[in-house]
Nanobody, 120 residues
Framework: VQLQASGGGLVQAGGSLRLSCAAS?????MAWFRQAPTKERWFVAA????????RYAESVKGRFTISRDYAKNTVYLQMNSLKPEDTAVYYC?????????????????WGQGTLVTVSS
């Protein structure tokens, strides 16, 4: 399985970005994690294989939306009202189990990461 993340960039606080993660192979449970400099990698959002359930970190609820396009086998993370503390490398991940886990070890495949920088 290959995951290709894209869409990162530099944006001012209050702005928006949409990240994309294109996957090869069949559909999986998908998630986004992020890692800020000198910090551990933390859960951001997840969506089940069927798309019927999503889960978000408290810090992004109401601002970020995860969605998926089965025809393109791509998962998106729409990020609105961005804050400087959202600055991080964002990674997409895939789970063969298909759920909405929040821990790194619950995901079997990882993309290469895309950098999001939010300026104040």
């Amino acid at each position: 399985v290959q995951l290709q993340a894209s869409g990162g960039g530099l944006v001012q606080a209050g702005g928006s970005l949409r990240l994309s993660c294109a996957a090869s192979g069949r559909a999986y449970g998908m998630a986004w994690f992020r890692q800020a400099p000198t910090k551990e990698r933390w859960f951001v959002a997840a969506i089940t294989t069927s798309g019927d359930n999503t889960r978000y970190a408290e810090s992004v609820k109401g601002r970020f939306t995860i969605s998926r396009d089965y025809a393109k086998n791509t998962v998106y993370l729409q990020m609105n009202s961005l804050k400087p503390e959202d600055t991080a490398v964002y990674y997409c991940a895939a789970s063969r189990y298909g759920g909405v886990g929040v821990l790194n070890y619950e995901y079997d495949y990882w993309g290469q990461g895309t950098l999001v920088t939010v300026s104040s």
